[in-house]
């Protein structure tokens, strides 16, 4: 049995998590226990997944994929003592895996502790020569370990026009998300990590190019707008869109706009941390998930998204399908990046229209 060594991440960035695989296996039990599990940790919902699987691992106490979802729940859940001790532990039972090594280095890596990180690095590429994953994170090591090294040049020489130069140059590096990044479990034969919410798209992530995510200007499918019969010179054209002549715009097309606007308001505020914007967003009768109380829901989602670290949301690909007046369903990929997980997922809004403002009242992950 191995660990997936498929990853889509691009380079350079600091997720503990970087997907979330479907597990195949022999036994229905087993693959519906680990999807399960694997689901309720992709929703946000970590302590029911340590919950079910703890409840596989009890029967199955050595099962490696099932330890090793569970090490990176725990992660998720900021236990990192609990994660160091599942990580640590299978790297004695299976010590030709080298994920759970990579994985003890980006825990070292969020603790300062670089030395620690780098051997379990080296460990990984001593077990897997050709697992890039570990090669790259290596990298992001020596790059943090020469930062230290020049900071301390400074500290005994300010002068130091080199040493100046060449730690900005690092901090440059490692501003646009130069930090390990974590495997994610997988089964024995790898699966592609964005199977469970985009089984046919084979391309990969794309790679951010600036610190900032851009947000793909959204493009409303419009009609042409029929021109005024009795004031012609009234009728006013559409705005350019990128790269192309500008059309006029009809009725609908301006509401679809409104509706693309709202989704992107909510991812902005979303990435600037503004809790009480992000919220705003959601309707008085918004459909939380598992039924959970609505405070509790807001309460969650306020301490995670305050985590410590930046948040980069992106949103592309839109198509809004119009069920009514006030009431739409929008489908599309979203790209989320924090300090502990990374993700492309697609993504279903369901909006209505309230007091002039569309509001999410369902949201979900999947087609």
């Known amino acids: 049995m191995s660990l997936s060594r498929r990853f889509s991440a691009p380079r350079l960035v600091f997720p503990a998590v970087v997907g979330f695989l479907l597990f195949a296996a022999a036994a229905a039990v087993r693959a519906d226990s680990l999807q399960d ?3 309720l940790l992709k929703q946000g919902q970590a302590a029911q997944a340590l919950e079910q699987v703890d409840k596989f691992l009890a029967g199955k106490p050595k099962d490696a994929q099932g330890r090793f979802l569970k090490g990176l729940i725990l992660t998720e859940m900021n236990r990192s003592q609990d ?17 759970p090594y990579n994985n003890l280095a980006v825990i070292y890596a969020q603790q300062k502790q670089y030395d620690k990180a780098k051997q379990a690095l080296e460990m990984a590429i001593r077990t897997h020569p050709s697992y890039a994953t570990a090669h790259e994170n290596l990298g992001d090591i020596y790059a943090r370990l020469a ?9 005994l020489d300010s002068s ?24 994610a479990a997988g089964a024995t034969k790898p699966a592609d990590p964005r199977a469970e919410t985009a ?27 029929k021109p005024a019969e009795a004031k012609p010179a009234e009728a006013k054209p559409a705005e350019p869109r990128s790269g192309g002549a500008a059309e006029p715009r009809s009725a609908d097309a301006v509401g679809t706009a409104d509706v693309a606007k709202a989704v992107e308001a909510w991812a902005a505020s ?16 918004f459909q939380t998930p598992g039924g959970m109380n609505r405070a509790a829901w807001e309460s ?18 839109l198509s809004i399908a119009q069920e009514s007046s006030d ?22 809004l369901v909006l209505v229209k309230r007091d002039g403002k569309w509001q999410i009242q369902q949201e979900r992950v999947g087609n």
């Open 147 to 155: 930062s230290q090294a020049y900071d301390k040049a400074l500290q």
């Open 37 to 39: 599990a694997s689901k």
């Open 199 to 225: 089984k046919a798209e084979p391309k990969p992530e794309p790679k951010p190019e600036a610190r900032q995510e851009t947000k793909p200007e959204p493009k409303p499918a419009a009609e042409p707008a």
């Open 327 to 348: 009431r739409v369903t929008v489908k599309f990929r979203q790209h989320y990046k924090a300090a502990s997980l990374k993700t492309s997922a697609s993504k279903v």
């Open 83 to 99: 994660a160091v001790a599942v990580f640590s532990k299978l790297t004695e039972d299976y010590p030709e895996l080298p994920e």
């Open 160 to 183: 130091n026009a080199s040493a100046q130069t060449k730690l900005a140059m690092i901090r440059d590096l490692m501003g646009t998300g130069g930090r390990p990044r974590q495997a």
């Open 300 to 317: 969650e989602r306020q301490k995670r998204i305050n985590k410590p670290g930046a948040i980069q949301v992106g949103v592309e690909n």
């Open 270 to 285: 979303w990435s600037r941390k503004d809790v009480k914007a992000y919220l705003a967003h959601y309707a008085r009768d």
